[in-house]
Every structure is written in C-alpha cells, then in structure tokens.
C-alpha cells in the first residue's frame, strides 16, 4: 500500500499538475518507484504536452514508434 503522501504526489504527476523533477526533489528515488505506484494505483503516466522546446523531438520519436510498430505488426502478418 502507497503511503497518503506519496500517493497524492503520484495522483498530481498522473493527472499532469507535477514533473518527474519534482517527484524526485520529494524522495523519488527512480522513475520505477513511480511506475509501480501508478500501476497500484491504476493510472497511467501524463501525457506530454505539445508545446514547449522538445515538440520535434517528441514528434520524431513518435514517428519513429509508429514505424516500429507498424513494422512488426506487418512481419506478424507474414508468418
């Protein structure tokens, strides 16, 4: 069982309101911790938002995963 506190933290990172970089200055040893306690809890890690320096990384890595994905499903589908 999750103790209050840090349930409420993994709540607001869950729900997009904190950072990984403020979990880790509230005793967030690794992003696993967090991980473990979102799946507890049933959530799901926050979305990143589409804004801000990082966009385009964010996107390439995207279409990177998409081909990835796409890739496999069509080697599946030849076997």
């Not at 799946?39 to 990177?64: D, I, K, T, Y």
Request: aromatic share 6%; glycine share 10%; no cysteine.
């Amino acid at each position: 069982m999750i103790e209050p506190e840090r349930e409420r933290l993994i709540r607001q990172y869950a729900a997009g309101e904190i950072t990984w970089h403020a979990l880790r200055e509230r005793g967030f040893d690794n992003y696993v911790q967090v991980l473990a306690g979102l799946g507890e809890l049933g959530l799901r890690p926050p979305v990143a938002s589409m804004e801000g320096p990082n966009v385009e990384a964010r996107q390439r890595g995207r279409r990177l995963l998409r081909r990835l994905l796409q890739r496999d499903r069509d080697d599946g589908l030849e076997q």
